[in-house]
């Protein structure tokens, strides 16, 4: 459910009004909650976000792997594409980041890039990427709803990756106790 407020406008038309002023004075912690908190309550203002994608862009060097995590869901979640996504997966990457991304933040970050409809060359790798570094490492720590979202993502994305289907297909089993 959408909702639609006076003081979404209001804090939106603030922090859009003195745009660079305010956003720049934003840290991760500012940027990711702030996002977090829209996208959790279903308010989209693709400005505001496309202002904050901006700011994140120029800090994203400076970003944990939680605050890039959350940020993206945030965008994701309100089908918002992020104009630092493929900086994100570089740096996810390249910085070895995503190589430390327990089960939550991984499955969290494959629906995310899923749900945006992300294509190309570098994303796929960046899939194959996170099913030899993150799952297949790890999938003994993969509980119900991670195991979910990476199939789902994998499937969405359309992207085989044999291993990681067997393996997470291998945990879902033990897993669905858990499932209410």
């Known amino acids: 459910m959408k909702m639609k407020h006076d003081l979404v406008e209001t804090v939106s038309g603030f922090i ?25 309550l279903r308010l989209r203002d693709e400005s505001l976000f496309n202002a904050i994608g901006l700011e994140v862009a120029e800090k994203l060097p400076t970003f944990s792997l939680p605050g890039i995590v959350c940020t993206l869901w945030s965008f994701a979640s309100l089908r918002v594409t992020p104009s630092f996504l493929d900086m994100a997966i570089h740096h996810l990457k390249f910085g070895r980041l995503a190589d430390k991304l327990e089960p ?68 879902s089993l033990p897993a669905m106790s858990g499932f209410t």
């Open 16 to 40: 859009l009004k003195a745009e660079k002023q305010s956003l720049a004075g934003f840290q991760e912690q500012d940027l990711s909650t702030l996002t977090w908190g829209f996208a959790s």
């Open 104 to 171: 939550r933040g991984c499955s969290m970050l494959l629906w995310s890039l899923a749900t945006l409809r992300s294509h190309g060359p570098d994303v796929e790798l960046f899939y194959y990427h996170l099913a030899e570094r993150c799952i297949l490492p790890r999938v003994q720590r993969f509980h119900g709803q991670d195991i979910s979202n990476c199939l789902w993502a994998f499937a969405t994305a359309r992207i085989q990756h044999e291993a990681t289907f067997t393996a997470l297909a291998r945990q």
